[in-house]
């Protein structure tokens, strides 16, 4: 039997490798399944084993606001980490005071006022800034913030201001969190489509005008989407808030003293290396696992919000 | 100007436009503060740390003496670290990608992972670190005398500072394996490699997505099977653009401290780690370490020096990064 | 044109030319439109009539690689001189635009938008209301102005539009083929809406559709591609009089092969 041409086609070895290889490429794709599993699992699994104990109750942490857990005598009363949900939520608000407006100026010059070739010296001044490690932001905040502020606390307003303070991490973390909320908020800015700029200016709008009521306005939720993700990210944000906030944890809404956020407690405990299966191993998933709901929560809304932004404009 | 209804509109453009230019001025300023705060960071590094920048920081191990302490340690382990990340999250990642862009329907389950994925990107890093920890590091206890696994298999574990089971693979003693995988080297980069998956995902997908659909026509049309189409023309166009985006996944694992902290990697490590079962180090830990101490040289001035070191190390891996792509881009 | 015409001349254009970079759009235009006609501008597309009507209100300000040469008059002062602010000058001269544009905002607002922003004194809400009768929109959306203007119909956007440049009060409206994306009966409501407005405005039209042209407008500005330069597309002004004089017996042969379908 003769072939009737010298293309073979495929053979079924080589049917028999797609589908092992399609079934290795599956397997792959749904790893990131895996991932969303296991820390779910690994969070949850630990935070039930610490609510679990005796000495601890889920109301007196969500509830309380004495947290030491290190403390001798374990009791109920010193696992409320309301005291470190304050400490995270208070620098990631003023965080956000610093890197939302400066983030979303930077944005509205970057898109509305700027020719190419500013464009092109200061966006990677933005990369850059977004790209050093939030450990350079730390050390940047004691070694330079903290001092300043002591200076104008002290010196000038003679207000007492602890070395380790919420200011000087906030501040920080503002600066970090500026290349985020500015991109996405450049992008939304510029998907605002010209028709309505000129609808804006042939009605005798200043440029000012133009910019203010009609292009932010549109862009609005997709500018809502950036400050959202700013917010979520500064919660989860640790090594700058470690270093610069301290290991305090205070019930208290004053930034110039020393608190101590979620993530820094994390690290803390990590340090002393606490075996696993003792309170302070697995309290740390507890803690881990209120952070991750909030954030998840925030990017998800965060999320919505983009979405509906894009149905508008594409 | 014929303005007959010149007493209804107050146009007022003098002060409008004044405001313009005050408006236009504060954007700027806006912008120039980052620029400054980003000149005062680095002015500050340079000058508390460039008279520490000697060869003791590269050739010493940390010490308590600050004249003696040296990053060799941190050095090396960042970039194994970063070597083996690189290894693990390769495959994964180009895996995962060219499934969800070549072979996937787009039903409920291929969205739901793009959700997904999208998702992990914006978890903290330190999760991560409590994922590597559970995960990698202690295996949630499945390998500790108590376990119901170990009871059911009958395995010997032993007890103390490295417990859980040792073995050696097929008999081989250079293949031995530790499980839990503990503070090693190999958690730390497992942990990493799951940290960046999810960015070098969403980078690769928009380098697959970005080559011709004509390319995939043009193959298929000569008969050639999916995989030959997708490894043979896709995936070497879309190479360029896969390792860039690898590349600067990889110099942002660098720079991450949580994780690493949380998941156990050490502060004083003396030692070069000569297997993937060792303990490590890597340089924003040794960093961090040294900014917690006590004395001036340590925390102001190594601390800075460290940091530069590091950055330099951090800018060239995002330089490659840059050039790689600009060098193997191919303009449609 | 005779003399009748030339005393009430609200805009007149000289040798206006407007080239984007390197790239002539149009070159050395004169016309002069009347107070209170209709004057419409056709011819076949890149030649440059929607740049020409931009100039009109210095909206081609706004493209930076834009240049402008000549003379733009609006009752006898030079838009284009030194002293002149185009902000200032565009609240008197309004445009609407081929794709309706409002904004996402309520209709209200959007009325009010432009005579808020130029400090408007008089009563807003008769303001609002006498432009939307004037854009004959009145009656479809009295009773809910809260509601969003892109709520409404493609037809009822586009008269929204009109309203929102008749709030500035101005003298001439430019449009730029304010009816090609709206459906035959929407565009017929535009056409008488504009009968309407020339009573109390100068409207200039820039339009693909001949018939409509025809039958709107008092004055036509045909403007083609400049014969001894088809290879770099410059757009020059053929012949300009009044409607039934092109459309009946144009005096060049070019345009009246463009009005019989020959070519464009």
Redesign the interface.
Known sequence: MKKSSTFLGHSKKEINREKIISAILFLCGMFSVLITIGIIFSLFSETIGFFSRPEVSLLKFFTGTTWRPLASKISSDNFGVLSLITGTLLIAFISALISVPLGLGSAIFLSEFASERIRDIFKPVLEILAGIPSIVYGYFAISFITPIIRTVFENWFGVEVSFFNALSASIVLGIMIIPTVASISEDALRSVPRSLREAGYSLGATRFEVITKVVVPAALSGITAAFILAFSRAVGETMAVTIAAGSTPQMTLNPLKSVQTMTAFIVQVSFGDAPSGTINGQSIFAVGATLFVMTFVMNVISDLVMKKFREEYE | ???K?Q???????KN??N??KW??F??????L???L??T??IV??AV?GHAWIRPELFTNYHSRKPEQAGMKSAIIGSLIVMVLTGLFSF??GI??A???EE??KKNWLSN??NI?????A??????????G???FG?M??LFSSKSWLVKLLNLKVSEGTISGLQFNLFGISWLEIQLPFHKSLLAGALTMT?LI??VI?ISSREAIRSVPYTIREAAFGL?A???QVVSKQVVPIAMPGIITGIILSL??A?????PL??M?AF?YVPFLPKSIWDQFTVM?IQ??NW??LPQTEF??NL??AG?LV??VI?LTF?AIAVLLRKKLEIKW | MNDELSNSTIISAKNLSVSYGSQEAFHEISLDIPRNKIVAIIGPSGCGKSTLIRCFNRMNDLVPSAKVTGEVFYNGQNIYGPNVDAVHVRRQIGMVFQKPNPFPKSIYENISFGAKVNNYVGNMDELVEKSLKQAALWDEVKDDLNKSGLALSGGQQQRLCIARALATEPEVILMDEPASALDPIATLKIEELMQELKEQYTIIIVTHNMQQASRASDLTAFISLDRTRIDDRVGVLVEYDFTEKIFIKPAEKETEDYISGRFG
Not at chain 2, 26 to 31: G, K, N, S, V
Not at chain 2, 116 to 120: C, E, G, P, S, W
């Open positions: 100007m014929n303005n209804n007493s209804d509109f107050r146009e007022n453009l409008r436009h405001i313009g408006f236009y504060i954007l700027l300023a806006c912008l503060l980052g620029l705060m980003l005062a960071l500050d590094l508390e495959p994964l895996g995962a060219i499934y969800l072979y996937a739901f992972i997904n994925i999208n998702n992990l914006g978890v903290p890093s330190i999760v991560y670190g409590m994922l920890l559970a995960v202690r949630f206890g799951l998956l999810p995902i008969g099977t999916k995989w110099s942002r660098i720079g991450e401290t949580a902290i949380i156990g502060t924003p960093i961090y900014i917690t925390r102001v601390a800075a940091i590091f950055l951090l995002n």
